[in-house]
């Protein structure tokens, strides 16, 4: 009986838990563990066209120019989770513009509610949570060594562009295509 | 009070079960663990990972301030290697069960802190959680060596599973509900399809066909589907058998995806098998007894036996990824086919509940009625087991007034007006079970639009001056 009543306890807090977790998760940042499921929602959609940001790596090894595919050079991680890692790392400040309109929306609301300073502290920077000098460096000679590695080359630079592409709705070709930023490690 | 009682009553009892169906998911749950998703060895990643990057989520990764060591990745790899084998054979099947889950629960939060998190969670929550559930007690070596007999088994994991899992598809469909998924003048899931098709550049499987397939309805059906299905799973998280026709839509949902968008959800399946286990057919149970009561007989079979799960388990690990992709999608693409054929063809398995099996089923109806007569030869024509007999109202009542509903009576307990519809066609041949979906209609307004026909009927359908009499093959089915 008495164990009964602790697990009938249990089943009354876990719920305030899982609501908990989902207020934190939607506001500041997914925690882990977590049993949140990936809702695919950050897209703006008008009907006629839709806008993506990608990342283009260029390899510059003195005058020659070469690119090398993303996600081949983030296996066996996700392109996505390397392509969040070079975001925070090299783009931080973007990080905002990625959201959509309702994001944004939401955000200016929490900003304009609990102030900008704590917006930046609670939610921003665990949001997108900013790299350390060493971090940094550490992870930019990972890239330089899987470009290394892939390639076979030494002596080389790379490129990365943050492309903004404007593809047509329904067909899907692309409309536009834009630089919104670059860095060369 | 009442709230209270029904939650006690669905946290015990919801998904009561044997210990032998336990032990049988066990085998089950950790087979296709081992065997389609892959022990979790976390070694081979960490080498490859990008270097001084710790950037964990909240909650688990602040307790560290960077990646532990190669050395302790190698250790853990080992622990699992044994741990998920022991679970298998059921040998200190709960501490296996606990270290195995924590450490992958542990060493998933290292791998996630470059930022994504995969929600594969649920897997190692379910074998965290089953472990105190006494799953190894039966058709495992605990059996053999320790005395089980007298344990209790616990079904209340399983019920802390359906809410978390009920929650989990919550919350993809709140987030799209509130970024506005429905709003858009355009489908949402065709603009995120083509985010993964260009961006992601998941163009395997069907994903060419669907990139050119511009018809507009397939797509906002795939909008209005996602939400309604998503946030459904927690709605019907207290009533267990449209909790497990959800788990075979979300298996339907799961293939689309594969086919559509290339990513695979396959581990959850493991979690949804967990449960249909108080379903597992009694036939089933006494054959997987029988068959290990052979083996503990014979000692040297037992060993030869747990030598070659060894060598297949051990062969298993060595698969290259492509080897398992391949099984992965087999398994995905057998499961998106048997819930294809359980929902359209036999929809009647989808709504089962377990004390279906060993229940009596009488119908009571008016036998004067038109509408009823037309009902009982209905449902008879449907009724292809035999599971309802029949009698009329006037034979049990001799008030009028009782007649103005259908009356099922299942092993002593009564249900009448909609719910006792509903409870019938739940068990009819043909598509007619889905009808049961308005369960989920509140009660008062199901009974409202009830009692209006059954005050109708003789004026819309007429009534007969004497009782149906039952044709001479109907006579054993009438009481």
């Known amino acids: 009986m008495k164990s009964n009543r602790s697990k009938i306890t249990l089943f009354y807090l876990f719920p305030l838990f899982l609501i908990g977790h989902l207020a934190y998760g939607l506001i500041v940042r997914e925690p882990y563990p977590s049993l949140m499921m990936p809702a695919f929602s950050r897209i703006d959609n008008d009907g006629k066209e839709y806008k993506l940001t990608d990342f283009n790596l260029i390899v510059q090894v003195d005058s020659k120019m070469d690119t090398i595919n993303l996600k081949n050079l983030a296996y066996p991680f996700s392109k996505i989770a390397i392509s969040r890692a070079i975001d925070l790392v090299y783009f ?81 070709s692309i409309k536009r295509k834009e630089v919104i930023n670059q860095v060369k490690i | 009070m009442r709230l209270h009682k029904f939650y006690e009553e669905w946290i015990f009892n919801a998904y009561l079960c044997t210990s032998f169906q336990l032990g049988l998911f066990r085998i089950a749950f950790t087979f296709m663990l081992i065997f389609f998703f892959g022990v979790p060895q976390f070694s081979n990643k960490i080498i490859d990972f990008p270097d001084g990057f710790f950037n964990p989520p909240p909650l688990f990764g602040q307790f560290f301030s960077d990646i532990p060591p190669i050395l302790y990745f190698k250790i853990t790899d080992v622990i699992l290697f044994i741990g998920f ?38 897997v190692w929550f379910t074998l965290f959680m089953m472990s105190f559930s006494g799953w190894g007690k039966k058709f495992s070596i605990d ?23 009920g929650f989990a598809f919550f919350t993809a469909g709140l987030i799209k509900l509130i970024s506005g998924w429905l709003g858009s003048s355009d489908s949402m899931v065709r603009a995120f399809f083509l985010r993964n098709y260009y961006i992601q550049q998941k163009q395997d499987y069907m994903a060419k066909f669907f990139e050119n397939c511009n018809f507009q309805l397939f ?128 929809p009647k398995i989808v709504f089962l509940k377990s004390e279906d099996q060993t229940e009596t089923n009488i119908i009571k109806f008016d036998g004067v009625c038109n509408l009823c007569n037309g009902f009982v030869q209905f449902v008879i024509n449907r009724d292809k087991n035999a599971y309802f007999k029949f009698s009329t109202l006037q034979d049990s009542y001799d008030d009028k007034k009782e007649y103005q509903t259908i009356i099922l009576e299942k092993n002593g307990a009564i249900s009448e007006k909609s719910t006792a519809f509903l409870e019938i066609v739940r068990k009819l041949n043909g598509l007619w079970p889905y009808l049961y979906l308005f369960i989920l209609t509140p009660k008062p307004i199901r009974n409202f639009i009830y009692s209006i026909i059954a005050k109708n009927r003789y004026h819309w359908f007429g009534e007969r001056d004497v009782c149906m009499m039952p044709t001479p093959e109907l006579k054993n089915r009438f009481i």
């Open chain 2, 85 to 122: 084998f022991c679970t298998l054979i059921g040998l200190l099947t709960k501490v296996f069960g606990i270290i195995s889950a924590s450490i992958s629960i542990i060493n998933f939060g290292f791998i996630f802190s470059t930022g994504k998190i995969d929600h594969s969670f649920l």
């Open chain 2, 219 to 346: 797509w906002e059906i795939g909008d209005w589907f996602t939400i309604l299905f998503e946030i459904g799973f927690l709605v019907v998280v207290f009533q267990t058998s449209l909790f497990r026709f959800f788990t075979l839509l979300a298996i339907l949902f799961h293939g689309m995806i594969m086919l559509m968008m290339n990513i695979s959800f396959h581990s959850f399946f493991s979690v949804y098998l967990l449960f249909w286990t108080p379903l597992i057919p009694k036939q089933i149970v006494i054959r997987a007894q029988d068959i290990f009561h052979k083996l503990t007989q014979n000692k040297l079979r037992l060993l030869s036996t747990i030598l070659i799960l060894w060598i297949v388990y051990f062969v298993r690990m060595t698969f290259s990824e492509n080897v398992y992709t391949i099984f992965k999608d087999i398994l995905i693409l057998f499961a998106f086919i048997l819930s294809l054929y359980l929902l359209i063809i036999k």
């Open chain 2, 143 to 165: 059996s053999i060596i320790f005395n089980t007999k007298n344990i209790k088994i616990q079904v209340w994991p399983i019920s802390l599973l359906s809410l978390s899992l």
């Open chain 1, 92 to 172: 931080r400040k973007d990080s905002e513009k990625n959201y959509n309109s309702l994001q944004k929306k939401y955000y200016s609301i929490i900003k304009s509610f609990i102030g900008e300073k704590y917006y930046s502290k609670y939610i921003i920077a665990v949001r997108h949570p900013k790299m350390n000098e060493n971090q940094k460096r550490q992870f930019t000679l990972w890239i330089k060594k899987r470009v290394s590695d892939k390639k076979n080359i030494y002596g080389f630079s790379v490129i990365i562009e943050k492309v903004l592409t404007t593809r047509d709705f329904k067909s899907g």
